[in-house]
T-cell receptor
């Protein structure tokens, strides 16, 4: 499985932007970069995904490095409800498995 | 997004009994379903993958006779923990996706917390 590296935990103040980094130096050409998050005592939820270009949706933005070896999930204005574990996952479009790493535990300070 | 529902949300059972957990896709046909287990403060661990009408494929180290998976329809998969023991206490999560295409998303249930006493 292609692997990703994320910081174990991060803190951010409420109403400020949050940049969650992810390194994936062994990414292959067919791997999509996916982000999921898991709120306490809940199942994971999809956040965003991309291949090469930066992506925006109502939840977040995904900035992908030009060499695709790293990416950053951007929460533009963090709220207390964004406190969760964020997982950066590589998925080959031909492979249906989602393998979770340790993720980044995001703490939001009021 | 699509909705995946798990039932029950939590269950307590006696050691030695069996417990069945249901996973339903409410608004799409789930060609493939995945079952995960998560211990406290740890990440999700994939247990098995099931395709509708086929036998499940189990990950290495997961006992197929202990964790019975049935995926009889395109909207329902069940996980039965047989002869449960306290070490089986965990958070069980299912995921479902439609027909594999370019980047087909998977959607997750809310999880089932199993406590074996």
């Amino acid at each position: 499985d292609a692997k990703t590296t994320q910081p174990n935990s991060m803190e951010s103040n409420e109403e400020e932007p949050v940049h969650l980094p992810c390194n994936h130096s062994t990414i292959s050409g067919t791997d999509y970069i996916h982000w999921y998050r898991q709120l306490p005592s809940q199942g994971p939820e999809y956040v965003i995904h991309g291949l090469t270009s930066n992506v925006n949706n109502r939840m977040a933005s995904l900035a992908i490095a030009e060499d695709r070896k790293s990416s950053t999930l951007i929460l533009h204005r963090a709220t207390l409800r964004d406190a969760a574990v964020y997982y950066c996952i590589l998925r080959d479009r031909r492979d249906d498995k989602i393998i979770f790493g340790k993720g980044t535990r995001l703490h939001i300070l009021p | 997004g699509a909705v995946v529902s798990q039932h029950p949300s939590w269950v307590i059972c006696k050691s030695g009994t069996s417990v069945k957990i249901e996973c339903r896709s409410l608004d799409f046909q789930a060609t493939t379903m995945f079952w995960y287990r998560q211990f406290p403060k740890q990440s999700l661990m994939l247990m098995a993958t099931s395709n509708e009408g086929s036998k499940a494929t189990y990950e290495q180290g997961v006992e197929k006779d202990k964790f019975l998976i049935n995926h009889a329809s395109l909207t329902l998969s069940t996980l039965t923990v047989t002869s449960a023991h306290p070490e089986d206490s965990s958070f069980y999560i299912c995921s479902a996706r439609g027909k594999l295409g370019v980047n087909t998303e998977a959607f997750f249930g809310q999880g089932t917390r199993l406590t074996v006493v």
